[in-house]
């Protein structure tokens, strides 16, 4: 069974720039696997950021970015502010029609 | 603008069954492939399972493959899945979402509560 892993948590000061991954338990994410990217925060429905690698949401400021860094999926978070703390969760397609999410990442901004 | 509204949950014996609704607007729902995304309490996002535009594709997560089924009524706009034997671990908030050309969750729902419980 394919795993899809995310760091549990991250930090990040404010103004800084922090790089959260996506990975898969055997082998190497591609834009094959379309990864995307989604914020939440408590009580919160989904946002979505980033679809299909690095195809930004309507809305979403453009210091989120995503990319394939490696063999991961990667969002990157430039210039963080105060109102970027939340979970962030990425989700691949596994082919056959099966999505897998992450286990999402916990990010502190301070 | 996307509008995604959830229906249907509550609480439910184990064993019994329920249908959750996705009354979508705002944008060509023939046109769209859609999905059911669960979130457990406290817990991370679960995909469930996706359809295509025209119903004629459907696949469904291992945890819930032979007992849910999703489908669509295109000339209602409306999204639904059909979930029996429920356990204690299909309690969640259930998420629709639309997507673009196949692809991932784009726009969410508000999401419905299923409590399984006795």
């Known amino acids: 069974q394919i795993v899809v892993t995310q760091e549990p948590s991250f930090s990040v000061s404010p103004g800084g720039t922090v790089i959260l991954t996506c990975a898969l338990s055997s082998g190497s994410v591609s834009t094959s696997y379309y990864p995307s990217w989604y914020q939440q925060t408590p009580g919160q429905a989904p946002r979505t950021l980033i679809s299909?690698?690095?195809t930004r949401s309507s809305g979403v400021p453009d210091r989120f970015s995503g990319s394939i860094v490696g063999s991961k999926a990667a969002l990157t978070i430039t210039g963080a502010q105060a109102d970027d703390e939340s979970e962030y969760y990425c989700?691949?397609?596994?082919?056959?029609?099966?999505?897998?999410f992450g286990g999402g990442t916990k990010l502190t901004v301070l | 603008q996307v509008q995604l509204v959830e229906s249907g949950g509550g609480v439910v014996q184990p064993g019994r069954s329920l249908t959750l609704s996705c009354a979508a607007s705002?944008?060509?729902?023939?046109?769209?492939?859609m999905h059911w995304v669960r979130q457990a309490p406290g817990k991370g996002l679960e995909w469930v399972a996706v359809i295509s535009y025209d119903g004629v594709n459907k696949f469904h997560g291992d945890s819930v493959k032979g007992r849910f089924t999703i489908s669509r009524d295109n000339s209602k706009n409306t999204l639904y899945l059909e979930m029996n034997s429920l356990r204690a671990e299909d309690t969640a908030l259930y998420y629709c979402a639309n997507n673009l050309a196949g692809g991932a969750p784009l726009s969410w729902g508000q999401g419905t509560l299923v409590t399984v419980s006795s």
């Open positions: 705002g944008f060509t729902f023939s046109s769209s492939g």
């Open positions: 989700v691949l397609y596994m082919g056959s029609g099966i999505w897998v």
């Open positions: 299909s690698t690095n």
